[in-house]
């Protein structure tokens, strides 16, 4: 790969109130532009920081929507299974689920098979509080699933959970 002009990095700065958008377009990030994490950062943070405003205004808590997924997926799981597959601290977990357990959107109730291990429920109310996060994760990657076509966007996942696979 090329890099490009190294003197880049180096521009004037932007003026006041200048867009992010704007800065995209006009600066190169030299090196940085060969790294895949670096790319996929800047996206996930635009996507991460969107979203949670516009769930803050709806009065969830981050984390939520992941862990509702996951629980609605795999009925049952454990917490230490869920929080090793939704990449959560354990009591960090615990905190999340203690609120999604107050709002009534899940149960946990006790392994028969391990009584050491809690087995997680969504509930009725959870459902209907994941659909809602669901239409807001939509709308909030709408932008971004456009700048792909329907085929373009189904090799690109296919691409992501490949390399999501191979550093596993």
């Known amino acids: 790969m090329k890099r490009d002009d190294p003197t880049r990095l180096y521009a004037e700065p932007a003026?006041?109130?200048?867009?992010?958008?704007?800065?995209?377009?006009?600066?190169?990030?030299?090196?940085l532009d060969e790294l895949l994490n670096f790319r996929l950062r800047r996206i996930r943070n635009c996507l991460t920081e969107k979203y949670r405003n516009e769930t803050l205004k709806m009065g969830q808590r981050a984390g939520a929507f992941s862990i509702l997924a996951v629980i609605a997926a795999n009925p049952g799981i454990s917490q230490i299974d869920l929080a090793r597959?939704?990449?959560?601290?354990?009591?960090a977990l615990v905190g999340i689920i203690d609120d999604m357990e107050a709002r009534g959107w899940t149960t946990r109730t006790r392994d028969p098979a391990?009584?050491?291990?809690?087995?997680?429920?969504?509930?009725?109310?959870?459902?209907?509080?994941?659909?809602?996060?669901?239409?807001?994760?939509?709308?909030?990657?709408?932008?971004?699933?456009?700048?792909?076509?329907?085929?373009?966007?189904?090799?690109?996942?296919?691409?992501?959970?490949?390399?999501?696979?191979?550093?596993?």
């Not at 006041?16 to 990030?29: C, I, N, T, Y």
């Not at 597959?85 to 009591?91: K, P």
């Open 85 to 91: 597959f939704a990449g959560y601290d354990q009591t």
């Open 114 to 168: 391990d009584r050491r291990r809690h087995q997680v429920h969504i509930t009725d109310a959870g459902r209907e509080a994941l659909d809602e996060l669901f239409a807001a994760a939509v709308e909030n990657e709408r932008e971004a699933r456009e700048a792909l076509s329907p085929e373009e966007l189904d090799v690109f996942r296919v691409w992501l959970d490949r390399i999501y696979r191979k550093l596993l």
């Open 15 to 31: 003026p006041p109130g200048a867009s992010v958008r704007g800065l995209a377009d006009k600066f190169s990030m030299g090196v």
